[in-house]
């Protein structure tokens, strides 16, 4: 991956017609579409903050990642204290793999599901021992949970690296292990100490004290939800951090950043939202049946208020001013639409 400083493609360029010169726009910035998309009939745009908007940085980030998470399975899981000199390199895995919990295998496959090419641990495993594991016939496993986990996403290459150093640690010393462990049991141990490093707050502390070293500055970010607002169409963020971490990278990315932003109360990027949904514990948020309440976020003391917003009843709010710029807490995508004022979800495309 290209690692070099990208020029900020510019709104016109986005979303003008396919004359434009593509070489202008880092293919990094391009949109990709494989059906026609009316944006005519499109009323709010929302956006997700973590990987969506706010892009970390993997060899600052994922590493700081995978060290808290050594750091939480030798302190709370009974590893032994060597892990703690494992180093991470945020280069060698990709996304789209998956990993076997019960053999510690780490596989690549093709569309068919035919494992291309099978690791155990960091030891690539012979052509024998893969079609023992997995055959050669289109009959095989759905690669499904609970037995494999994908590693879809740019979180999880660190835990995935870490689980195949383990593999490797216990084939080679069995007896330093928790007793008991098997391959399975210790990637749950990977992702109960990955949770708890998310949970008490470790990776956000860190990152809210310099949020340049962790996460790359975007000059077009602001640009960009300036043209959908100026389009007339609504904008909002949808997030499952909380507010206080929330506001110091959204402060980074729309700028302009200040360090004591606790003290500043400097909550300028609100104005390129229409509503701000923190702590919204998607996927579930968008459930039918989650009946979560609804929370008004005060922006300066962080402080939650009843929001009364009903779900269900007659929408006596539909001539009504919408909340501008406001924040919230928890609810479900029926608060969403009433603070939108849509009716229906075909309104509100999702950048997630």
Request: proline content about 5%; aromatic content about 10%.
């Amino acid at each position: 991956m290209d690692s070099g400083a990208v020029e900020p493609a510019s709104t016109g360029a986005i979303w003008s017609t396919p004359s434009v010169e593509p070489r202008s726009i880092s293919i990094g910035k391009q949109i990709f579409c494989n059906r026609s998309l009316n944006m005519r009939n499109i009323t709010a745009v929302g956006f997700d903050m973590d990987y969506t908007l706010a892009q970390y940085k993997p060899e600052t980030f994922e590493a700081l990642a995978y060290h808290g998470t050594i750091e939480k399975l030798v302190k709370d899981l009974n590893y032994p204290e060597e892990l703690l000199t494992w180093q991470f390199d945020w280069k060698y895995m990709v996304r789209g793999l998956v990993l076997d919990k019960k053999r510690g295998n780490i596989l690549k496959m093709d569309r068919h599901k035919y494992v291309k090419v099978a690791y155990h641990g960091f030891r690539e495993m012979s052509k024998e021992e893969k079609v023992a594991a997995y055959g050669s016939t289109l009959i095989r496993d759905s690669f499904d949970e609970p037995d494999y986990a994908l590693i879809d996403t740019l979180f999880s290459l660190g835990e995935a690296y870490l689980f195949a150093q383990l593999v490797d640690f216990m084939d080679s010393n069995p007896a330093k292990v928790p007793s008991g462990t098997d391959y399975a049991h210790m990637y749950r141990d990977v992702r109960s100490a990955v949770d708890l490093c998310h949970r008490d707050g470790t990776l956000k502390r860190m990152v809210a004290k310099e949020p340049s070293r962790y996460i790359n500055e975007d000059l077009a970010i602001v640009p960009m939800l300036q043209m959908l607002r100026k389009s007339g169409r609504s904008t909002f963020l949808v997030t499952n951090s909380l507010w206080d971490y929330t506001d110091v990278v959204m402060n980074y990315l729309c700028g302009p950043y200040m360090s004591d932003v606790s003290s500043s109360h400097n909550h300028k990027w609100l104005e390129y939202f229409d509503v701000v949904i923190t702590g919204s514990s998607k996927p579930s948020f968008f459930h039918d049946d989650n009946r979560t309440g609804l929370f008004e976020v005060e922006p300066d003391s962080g402080k939650l208020l009843n929001a009364d917003l009903q779900i269900g009843s007659p929408r006596s709010s539909q001539h009504q001013p919408k909340p501008i710029h406001k924040v919230y807490q928890g609810g479900n995508v029926g608060h969403l639409h009433r603070l939108l004022s849509v009716a229906s979800s075909s309104q509100v495309p999702l950048c997630w």
